[in-house]
Every structure is written in structure tokens, then in C-alpha cells.
């Protein structure tokens, strides 16, 4: 596309400039030439006046007369000057002009013939000069041209390109590429349709890994009791074929648990496997705007405490889905303002989120085995905190109780890298603005 915009650009200023150039060359010379002709007219003219005088006071023209009329005005062209006389004496000044001339011929009214002649080739020479200047200025016009077509052609095919390289994005499986405005309309609109497309994909991928970690733990409940019921079975039982059957069956189950197991850690390795560095700050408003509503009916307070540049390491969705957790369990157990704050943790550039609240904390009793499967003080499922720590755990963190009282559960993720830094592995490049056209652009990969 840059090459044929190039061209295009061109092709266009190029057909303007012949098509304006050669007829203003043409009327040029040809002004030149009248202008030369014009000027010669007026030498003569005054010759004939200095010739008229010199009759009527009947003396000889003066040499100085002649000379003037030679030489002429400071940019008039060498002229060759005659004067013959009613008695046929001939006055003549200047060089007789060579080659072809352009003459101008007049007469007194004592019937005395006046004429001076320049050389044609000055002539020319001068209307060549304009014509030059003319085709130099078509000269300029063109690279002027070329240069404004190489930047609207690198203004065009720039979000072009970052366009293309998003949508590589998307199809290697970085589901969420970032876009700024060109300010080309046609290609912001496919950028929108690609954010959109982008984002109905990532709905689809985090429903579908959803969808199989919530199977897979709502299926090996009731599998692990139907695996004990069976084996009640086989040891209450003392007929031999009952205690067969049971048996088959239990293998049955046993792998039955088994591909329910691969469902599971497929699910995590998918989740882990989308980690991308993310914006903590964008994250943690998202959840502000889904459980601020709800903290503030129960009359409680949700503080954020996040700087605004914080990046991690993480799948948006399962970092989402820790938070969520973390929130949901302290608004339920919890009490007073609930603050979710950021900090680095270590030297390693790795980032500890913290969620806390002013309620009682965690029971001594359950505190050891809060991650654990099933562990509830009464008030729900059990899973949350260890579905939370799995997803965690698959994004390369981990998930703890910090502090027990007040209570402070430490989410660590690790930082971005310079290696994983955007500005460092593709720098950005200069921001193409919309200000002409409707605002153009802020730009854009």
C-alpha cells in the first residue's frame, strides 16, 4: 500500500506541474520576448526624439545620443544603431549584429530613418533563462511532492502495519491487543471490530476454562463418594460376584477421576499459558466497579491503594477471578473498610497484592487449612480460596494468609521484565495525530 500511495501521490503532483508548467514556460517565454521587444520600442522612441531635436537645431546628432541608445536602461540588451539621413549620410553606433536580429524601425518627422537591432539569440537566451526557471521551479514542486507523499504514505500504511501485527496477536493467542486511534476513520473502524472481535474471543476462551475447572470440581465430589460407597460395598459384601462387580466398577470410576484430573490441570496449564504483563491498576478498578455497589448497600468502604504505572505478570481473567474471590470472602467474613494495596516484594521486581479488612480475622482453628478444599467457617462452599490459590499458582504466584489478625491475604505475582517491557522490545513509535481531520488521532505498532 505505501508503494502505490507513493506512486499515486507522485504521479498526481507530477501531471499537475507538466500541466501547469509547460503552458506558464510557454508564457514566459513568450513574455520575455515582447518584454525585450517593449523595451527595444522604447530605446527607439527616444533615439527618434534626440534624432528629431539635433534636425531641427541642425547640428550633428551627438555621439553621446547614440550611445545611450546602444547601451541602453541597466539590464537592456547591446543594440546596434543606424540613422540615415534625408541626404543619405548614414550615423551608426554599436556592433552590426551577427547571425539573426530583431529590429526596430522608425522615422522623424524631417524624413530621417531611425532603426536599432539586438541579437536574436540574446533574446532567446533571455526567454531560455525563464523557462529554466520555470522547469526548476516544476523541479522543486516534484520533490516537494515526493516528500509529502513518503509521509502521507507512512501515515497510511503505519496503522496498517500495527494493525496486521495485532491481529498476528490474536491469532497466536494474545487475545486482548491494544490499539490507539490513527485517525484514519476506515482503519479505526477495523481496529474497533478487531478490539471487539478480540474481546468476544476472550469472553468465549475464559467461559469455556471456566466452564471445565467448575466441571471438574463439581464432578470429583460426587465421584470420590461414589468411589467410597463402592468400596463399602466390596467389604460389606460376601458374595464373590458382588464383590467383582464393585470392583470393575471402581476401576471404572478410578478412571473416570483420572481424565476428570486432565480436564483440571489442562484447565490450568490454558490459564497459565495466556500470561501477559497487566496493568494492576486497571484490573483492580474493574473490580471496584463490580463490588463497589455491593460493599457500599452492606455499608462498608472499598479502598484502593495501587500505584497508577504497577505491571505484573498475569492472565488478566484468573487475576480477576483472585481479587473477585479475595473481596467476596471479605465482605462475607470481614467487617469495615476493605483496602486492597500493592507494594514490591524482595529485590526481584516481583509485586505483593494485599487485600485486608478491620473485621475479626481468621479463626486459630482454620487458619492453617484456609486453602484447603472444603474448608469453610460455615459460610460457604469451601473452593473459593482454593480455586483462587490455583489459579495463582498456574499464573507462577502463590496466595497466602499473611497475617491473621486483622486479616491480610498476600497475593505475589511476578513483575515485568525489561525483556517483556513493550518500550523496550518494540519502542513506540511517533503518535500520528487527527487534529486535521476530525481530530486525528491523539496514533498510533
Known sequence: MRRRVLLATIAAVAVA??????????FGAR??????????????????SNVQTAQEGDYD??????????????GDLPAYASVVL?????????EPVDGPGMTQGDSTELNASVSLTV???SVWIRAAQVVVLVCAAGVVAIAAGVGMAVWQANRLAAPLV?????????????????????????????????????????????????????ASHQLRTPLTALTMRLEEIQAASKDPDVQEEARISLEQVERLVAV????LASSRRSQGGTTEPVRLLDIVRQQEEEWGPTFAREGRRLVLDVPAGQRVLATPGALAQVLATLLENSLRHGDGTTTVRSRPSGTTGAVAIEVTDEGPGVPDDIAGKVFERGMTSG???????????DLAAADGGRLELAQRRPPVFALFLAGVPRTLDPGVVLPPGTTISSRGRRARRRTGG
Open 379 to 389: 459460610a460457604g462452599t469451601g473452593l473459593g480460596l482454593a480455586l483462587a490459590r
Open 17 to 26: 506541474v507538466i500541466l501547469l508548467g509547460v503552458p506558464l514556460g510557454i
Open 260 to 263: 476428570v484430573d486432565d480436564l
Open 31 to 48: 513574455y520575455a520576448m515582447d518584454n525585450e521587444r517593449q523595451r527595444l520600442s522604447d530605446r527607439l522612441d527616444r533615439l527618434v
Open 162 to 214: 500495527y494493525l496486521a501485527a495485532s491481529a498476528e496477536q490474536l491469532a497466536g493467542g494474545q487475545v486482548r491487543p491494544r490499539l490507539e486511534p490513527s485517525g484514519v476513520e476506515e482503519i479505526d473502524l477495523v481496529a474497533a471490530e478487531l478490539a471487539r472481535t478480540s474481546d468476544r474471543l476472550a469472553g468465549r476462551l475464559a467461559a469455556e476454562r471456566q466452564f471445565t475447572s467448575d
Open 61 to 74: 546628432i551627438p555621439e553621446a545620443v547614440m550611445r545611450r541608445a546602444v547601451d541602453g536602461r541597466k
Open 86 to 94: 534625408p541626404d543619405g549620410t548614414l550615423v551608426e553606433a554599436g
Open 119 to 121: 541579437s536574436s539569440w
